[in-house]
């Protein structure tokens, strides 16, 4: 069955630094989002991606994040200058359709996982 | 507005009696509702889904919600636990392209 996949499962990374979060969506579906949960709380919406631009983001998704679809597989969360705070389980999603299209949302696969610590 | 609230933040069971979770969701437009089981250390997965459709929704390993607008909730069932489902257990309302999640209820089977 295909799956989402994230890479790396763990990053370590200084405070101040750039990361970037790594997915491959399964591989026809057209809208892609980005989630993070921090240690003990809820699962937090952070941006979803259609026709590479972004289609909706949330507040958390400020001017330190972006995202991009740099070729036909991969699709990536790049944050600028890393603070303590980011430090999360982030997750990427993958839909073949946006919800809101008549019969409903479609069903959102999600990837395992990366662990971000900032130290 | 947008949200969802999971009633109980821990709920106990013991091995071979039914479960229940609870959600209720408040919604601006029709939305999809969806439930989402993540075991330790693992990613989310996709329990069961509701799309306008038949209000009683059968899902994987058992597990079954029930639509109500009347009551706007979507409560997760199963007749029977296994050891194997204790988990975080997740409600997710999406009335647009977005998806809001609840803050998880941690289920404990006792055996």
């Known amino acids: 069955e295909p799956e989402v996949t994230q890479t790396p499962s763990h990053q370590v990374t200084q405070m101040g630094q750039e990361v970037i979060l790594r997915c491959v969506p399964i591989?026809?579906?057209?809208?892609f989002y980005w989630y993070r949960q921090i240690l003990g709380q809820k699962v937090e919406f952070l941006v979803s991606f259609y026709n590479n631009e972004i289609s909706e983001k949330s507040e958390i998704f400020d001017d330190q994040f972006s995202v991009e679809r740099p070729d036909g597989s991969n699709f990536t969360l790049k944050i600028r200058s890393t603070k303590l705070e980011d430090s999360a389980m982030y997750f990427c999603a993958s839909t073949r359709r946006a919800s809101g299209i008549k019969g409903g949302t479609d069903t959102q696969y999600f990837g395992p996982g990366t662990r971000l610590t900032v130290l | 507005a947008q949200s969802v609230t999971q009633l109980d933040s821990h709920v106990s069971v013991s091995e071979g009696t039914p479960v229940l979770l609870r959600c209720n969701y408040s919604s601006s437009y029709s939305p999809s509702l969806f439930w989402y089981v993540q075991h330790p250390n693992k990613g989310l997965q996709l329990l069961l889904k509701?799309?306008?459709?038949?209000?009683l929704v059968k899902g994987i390993n058992g597990f079954e919600a029930e639509f109500k607008k009347s009551e706007t909730s979507f409560h997760l069932t199963k007749p029977s636990a296994h050891m194997s489902d204790a988990a975080e257990y997740f409600c997710v309302v999406s009335p647009r392209n977005q998806f809001y999640f609840g803050t998880g209820t941690s289920l404990t089977v006792i055996p």
């Open positions: 591989s026809n579906h057209l809208y």
């Open positions: 509701y799309t306008s459709a038949a209000t």
